[in-house]
Structure formats: structure tokens, C-alpha cells
């Protein structure tokens, strides 16, 4: 069965339909690899905004032809940019704000991590 949805922290993502070969290798035993968050230190301010994006359009359903005719770009120009390959402009960035409803800080700023109470139930995000 082939995988329709992927993971917003993949820095590799598949949207085109193709199989997903980590889900759909008929050879081998299915390997889930977890995925840290993209860090700012670590990976870049171009790498985050891309995942903050990539996770953002994912929430709200959103197709990468969708985000291409607000941005004024062509498909595969904002596949580059999911995937980390090119850097989004800030206009850009700005226009994306716009589509999802948020503040251009979300899409450029690291996720805050879970929290744990004194019971050990993690907090709100």
C-alpha cells in the first residue's frame, strides 16, 4: 500500500504519488527512523522554515500546487523549498502566513518543546 501522507519533518518528503520506500519495500521488514525537529544551531534557518512550512501545510491541508498559485511559484520551485533545497524569501514567508493564518514568527522559529508536570503528563505546546 502506498503512503499518501508523509512527515513533516522529513527532509526528503515524497508528495508526487511515488512509494515511499521506507513504507512500501515488499523486501524487507518496515523501519520506522524517528526524526529529531530541525534546531537552528544544527540545520539553519532556511531547513526550520521549511519544516515549520512543510508541518503548518500538512495541518491544514494544503497541497504543494495550492501554496504555488498563492506564492507565485511553479510546483516543483516550492517542492525545492520543502525539501530544504532552496531557501524561502521572506516575502514569501510573509505571503505564507497569510494563507495559513498565523504570524510569519511561527514559520521561522523553533517549536517549543513539551513540558512535563510534576505528574509527568506532558503540558500544552
Do not use: K
Not at 11 to 38: E, K, M, N, Q, S
Not at 116 to 121: F, L, T
Request: glycine share 8%.
Amino acid at each position: 500500500m502506498a503512503r499518501t501522507n508523509y512527515d513533516p519533518l522529513d527532509l526528503d518528503p515524497i508528495f508526487d504519488g511515488t512509494l515511499d520506500p521506507d513504507i512500501d519495500d515488499a523486501d524487507g521488514p518496515v523501519v520506522h527512523r524517528p526524526r529529531p525537529a530541525p534546531t537552528l544551531s544544527r540545520d539553519g534557518l532556511a531547513r526550520l522554515c521549511a519544516a515549520a512550512i512543510r508541518f503548518e501545510a500538512a495541518r491544514r491541508g494544503l497541497s504543494q500546487q495550492q501554496i504555488a498559485a498563492e506564492v507565485g511559484l511553479s510546483r516543483a520551485a516550492v517542492s525545492d523549498r520543502f525539501r530544504g533545497r532552496t531557501p524561502w524569501t521572506l516575502d514569501q514567508v510573509g505571503v505564507i502566513a497569510e494563507l495559513f493564518g498565523c504570524d510569519p514568527s511561527v514559520l521561522v522559529n523553533e517549536p517549543r518543546r513539551p513540558v512535563r508536570d510534576v505528574a509527568g503528563n506532558y503540558g500544552s505546546w
